[in-house]
Each structure stands twice: as structure tokens, then as C-alpha cells.
């Protein structure tokens, strides 16, 4: 069984930093694509940054330059590093990963799997 784990939100003042951690566990044998988004209220979910298997990355306008995404393939372990943080970038965090793993004697390619989502609040 695969899970996605999240943690780092919290309460950080404007101009402030939060670290998001995502780690996936289960017998996985590669993340092809993770990813992170976020959900304010009343808004639907949106793509804030992805990073590829070659690590390729994509940001949302808005954060260029303030977020990185990175991963960890040894941990199974992807990170949202979040600097100069403005009260528009609250909302809740999720993690996606793309993933391949093996269950028993089964192989499964290309899974996609979510976390259950971290609070950021970014308020002075």
C-alpha cells in the first residue's frame, strides 16, 4: 500500500518560510513526477510546482523566484522550500506523485497518488 505523507505547515508571518516535506512509502521503485498544490478557500485546487524524474521543474508565476521543489530519491521524499512568503500564498497544501511501485508479485506503473494535505497560513 502506498501513502503520501505531508508535513511543515504551520502559522509563519509575511516574508516569513515554511519547508513542506511530502514522503511516499509502500514498495516504491520511482517517483516519475511529483508535484505540489494548493487550495484556498473557496477556490479550487491549482498547480503551485512540479519537478519531473529528470529534474525538470515548473513553477506557477506567482511563486517563481520564492518557491523551490525538490526531491529526495533515496527517501522517496519530495519538498516544497517556500522563502518570502505573502498572505495570498495561504491555503492547503497537497502533494502528487506520480509513482511505480510493486505490491506482492504485481508491478504498478504510473500510479497517481495524493497526500491529505497540509494548512499554510501566512498572516502577521
Known amino acids: 500500500q502506498v501513502r503520501l505523507v505531508e508535513s511543515g505547515g504551520g502559522l509563519v508571518q509575511p516574508g516569513g518560510s515554511l519547508e513542506l516535506s511530502c514522503a511516499a512509502s509502500?514498495?516504491?521503485?520511482?517517483?516519475?513526477?511529483m508535484a505540489w498544490y494548493r487550495q484556498a478557500p473557496g477556490k479550487s485546487r491549482r498547480l503551485v510546482a512540479a519537478?519531473?524524474?529528470?529534474?525538470?521543474?515548473n513553477y506557477v508565476d506567482s511563486v517563481k523566484g520564492r518557491f523551490t521543489i525538490s526531491t529526495d530519491n533515496a527517501k522517496n521524499t519530495g519538498y516544497l522550500q517556500m522563502n518570502s512568503l505573502k498572505p495570498e500564498d495561504t491555503a492547503v497544501y497537497y502533494c502528487?506523485?506520480?509513482?511505480?511501485?510493486?505490491?506482492?508479485?504485481?508491478?504498478?506503473?504510473?500510479?497517481?497518488?495524493w497526500g491529505q494535505g497540509t494548512q499554510v497560513t501566512v498572516s502577521s
Open positions: 502528487n506523485a506520480i509513482l511505480s511501485y510493486q505490491n506482492d508479485s504485481r508491478y504498478y506503473a504510473n500510479q497517481n497518488y
Open positions: 509502500g514498495n516504491i521503485l520511482s517517483i516519475n513526477t
Open positions: 519537478v519531473d524524474s529528470g529534474g525538470n521543474t
